[in-house]
């Protein structure tokens, strides 16, 4: 099993750009999740998915938009990119049936916008 | 107010002494997990330990385990025998709520371990 891949890992955009995070889980995972971490500090819930075709707000959504049309895949996408959106960007999957339910996380995608 | 409040922004220890990491959490929902996650300077998030607020015993994994004093809402994290591949940042995270919730986590700011040889 790969567990959460991301795409990119590193990307530079201009103010006003956009684009897609990618997040593949090949677990079978029902629950999927968007965090952003800035430097130095915790990471904060952008969206989270508890099933294909269900998302739902996290703790900083504003900026970004989400789609789950399968299990394995749940894209972030970034409109009109802001400097504050410059951010190190996670995925993450777990699984509801059996405890602990950890999150299993990607390797991380680390954006800058200049 | 916090949900998860780490303290402590830094710590450092001498290589095979025991650690603690505070973590203290606000939470009126019954059903809730704790996690500690580690995040090297490499980046990844690493999964330590769990404690369910229905578990009865301390969580133990290995060299770690998780002080789990439900009713001055702490949840510490406890290194014995440090060594300098713990050298890392420490995350206490709280999930609350049950399956309709999406199991959500929400993160403290974080713990700066140092291990001194």
Redesign the interface.
């Known amino acids: 099993n790969a567990g959460v891949t991301q795409t990119p890992k590193f990307r530079i955009l201009k103010i006003g750009q956009s684009m897609t995070l990618q997040c593949t889980q090949d677990m079978n995972h029902n629950?999927m999740?968007w965090?952003r971490q800035d430097p130095?500090?915790?990471?904060?819930?952008i969206y989270?998915?508890?099933g294909a075709g269900i998302t739902?707000k996290?703790?900083v959504p504003n900026g970004y938009n989400v789609s789950r049309s399968t299990t394995e895949d749940f894209p972030l996408r970034l409109e009109l990119a802001a400097p504050s959106q410059t951010s190190?960007y996670?995925c993450?999957s777990?699984y509801?049936g059996q405890?602990?339910?950890?999150?299993?996380?990607g390797?991380?995608t680390r954006l800058t916008v200049t | 107010a916090q949900k998860i409040t780490q303290t402590q922004p830094g710590m450092f220890v001498q290589e095979k002494e025991a650690v603690t990491l505070d973590c203290t959490y606000d939470t009126s929902d019954p059903s809730y997990g704790l996690f500690w996650y580690k995040q090297p300077s490499s980046g990844e998030m690493i999964f330590l330990i769990y404690q369910g607020s229905y578990d009865q015993q301390n969580a133990t994994e290995g060299r770690y385990s998780l002080n789990f004093q439900k009713a001055r809402k702490s949840a510490n994290l406890v290194i014995s025998a440090s060594q300098l591949g713990d050298s890392a940042m420490y995350f206490c995270a709280m999930r609350e709520g049950g399956e309709t919730s999406g199991s959500r986590l929400t993160f403290g700011e974080g713990t700066q371990l140092t291990v001194n040889p």
């Open positions: 629950y999740y965090y130095g500090m915790g990471l904060k819930l989270y998915s508890v739902d996290g703790e190190v996670f993450a777990s509801w405890g602990p339910y950890e999150q299993y996380f390797p991380g």
